[in-house]
Structure formats: structure tokens, C-alpha cells
């Protein structure tokens, strides 16, 4: 059972576009929902995370919306640019607060290519 | 720079053989996680360890062991290699009271 599902499996956008990536996830007790970045022949990297308690996070050019209703959150890369070219994971878990032990279920990850 | 150290890099392995993958940090962490990558799956949790003397099995522990004698080092040992653990291995440790991993730069293993 996939509980922590992702798509698209690849993405490729233009320089200075939008570059959208969804996860839904089963478990109602997860309550931390974070995005990793990895670069080629490196190890993943944390990008942003989010709470159920809110629906936005943004750093920079990169947000997250969560819809818990959904059960469903994305990450929303602005101005993509060729340097975000990387594969993407979003993961769930459950915390302390959660009654779980952080342990995390990943996606099956998202290559973008952004084009210059 | 304080992170996960692992080692090797790449190994090339004959089927049946036994191995070990290091993995150090220092950055004092309880909790520590082996897992796999493999195109189109994603990343697989092999076992975890929330604390030193302590291990468990995470998504798929079938044909691999770890041990946890102390706070800084999680190896993972084959104990008679196959083909399909061809993979790339990758050890993390979490910042305490967060959900935050951090990962090391992996270790590349063939099995032939």
C-alpha cells in the first residue's frame, strides 16, 4: 500500500514558469509534510515543510499548499529556473504530537527539467 | 562540516558476498535511517534506529541488518548479497523534535 502517492513522475517547464507537483497521502494521523530536493549524485536535501494547521507556506519561490480536507498537498516552484532542475520528493509522517515517531513515507519522486 | 559521512561511494559486489555500508554523524542525532533508492520507487526504508541499542525494521528489511552500538555509527550489512539489492543506499539521521532528515551523499552498490 502506496500510503504517500506523487505525480507527475517528470516534469519539464520553461525558464521563468510555473512548476507544480502533487502528493495525497492516506494516513489522517501524518502531521508533518515535508518536500526534499535532490541534485544528481547527491543525497536529498530538505526544501520546506508544512503542518496541518495551515493551508500556505512560502519561502521564496516555493510553496506549499496543503488541503487537508483532500488529503492532498503540492509544492509550487515560481520562476523556475534551469538551476531547479532536481528530483523532488514529498514525504509524510507523524510527529511526537501525533503519538508517532517521525518516521517518514516518501513519494516515488518528481524529475524537473527546467529548460533555459 | 558537521553531516552523515558514508562509506563507500560505489562498491561493485559478487553475488553472495557479504558487505557492510558505513555510516557516521556527527551532529549527535538519536534517531538514524537506511534507505534505498531505485528509479521510479523512490525512497525505501530498509531498517531505522531511534536511539543508540535500539532498531527496527522499516518497508523493506528482507536480507539486510544494522546494528546501533553507539549515538554516531548505523551500518548496514548484506549478509550474501543479490542482484536485485543493486541500489543506491542512502543513510540519514533527524534533528531531535523535528521532522527534518538529513541525508548523506549515498553509497552506490552493484551486485553482480
Known amino acids: 500500500q502506496q500510503q504517500v502517492k506523487q505525480s507527475p513522475q517528470s516534469l519539464i517547464v520553461q525558464k521563468g514558469g510555473i512548476s507544480i507537483i502533487n502528493c495525497a497521502y492516506e494516513?489522517?494521523?501524518?502531521?508533518?509534510f515535508p518536500w526534499y530536493q535532490q541534485f544528481p549524485g547527491k543525497g536529498p536535501a530538505l526544501l520546506i515543510a508544512?503542518?496541518?494547521?495551515?493551508s500556505e507556506k512560502k519561502e521564496g519561490r516555493f510553496t506549499i499548499s496543503f488541503n487537508k480536507s483532500a488529503k492532498q498537498f503540492s509544492l509550487h516552484i515560481m520562476d523556475s529556473q534551469p538551476g531547479d532542475s532536481a528530483t523532488y520528493f514529498c514525504?509524510?509522517?507523524?510527529?511526537?504530537?501525533?503519538?508517532?515517531?517521525?518516521?517518514?513515507?516518501f513519494g516515488r519522486g518528481t524529475s524537473l527539467i527546467v529548460h533555459p | 562540516i558537521a553531516g552523515i559521512t558514508q562509506a563507500p561511494t560505489s562498491q561493485i559486489l559478487a553475488a553472495g558476498r557479504r558487505m557492510t555500508l558505513r555510516c557516521t554523524q556527527d551532529?549527535?542525532?538519536?534517531?538514524m535511517y537506511w534507505y534505498r533508492q531505485d528509479l521510479g520507487l523512490g525512497l525505501r526504508l530498509i531498517h531505522y534506529?531511534?536511539?543508540?541499542?535500539?532498531?527496527g525494521k522499516g518497508e523493506v528489511p528482507d536480507g539486510y541488518s544494522v546494528s546501533r552500538a553507539n549515538t554516531d555509527d548505523f551500518p548496514l550489512t548484506l549478509a550474501s548479497a543479490v542482484p536485485s539489492q543493486t541500489s543506491v543506499y542512502f543513510c540519514?539521521?533527524?534533528?531531535?523534535?523535528?521532522?527534518?532528515?538529513?541525508f548523506g551523499e549515498g553509497s552506490r552498490l552493484t551486485v553482480l
Open positions: 494516513n489522517t494521523a501524518f502531521d508533518y
Open positions: 540519514a539521521s533527524r534533528r531531535p523534535n523535528t521532522g527534518e532528515l538529513f
Open positions: 534506529s531511534n536511539t543508540a541499542g535500539t532498531t
Open positions: 551532529m549527535r542525532h538519536n534517531a
Open positions: 514525504a509524510a509522517s507523524r510527529t511526537a504530537r501525533a503519538g508517532g515517531s517521525y518516521i517518514p513515507t
Open positions: 508544512i503542518r496541518p494547521d495551515v
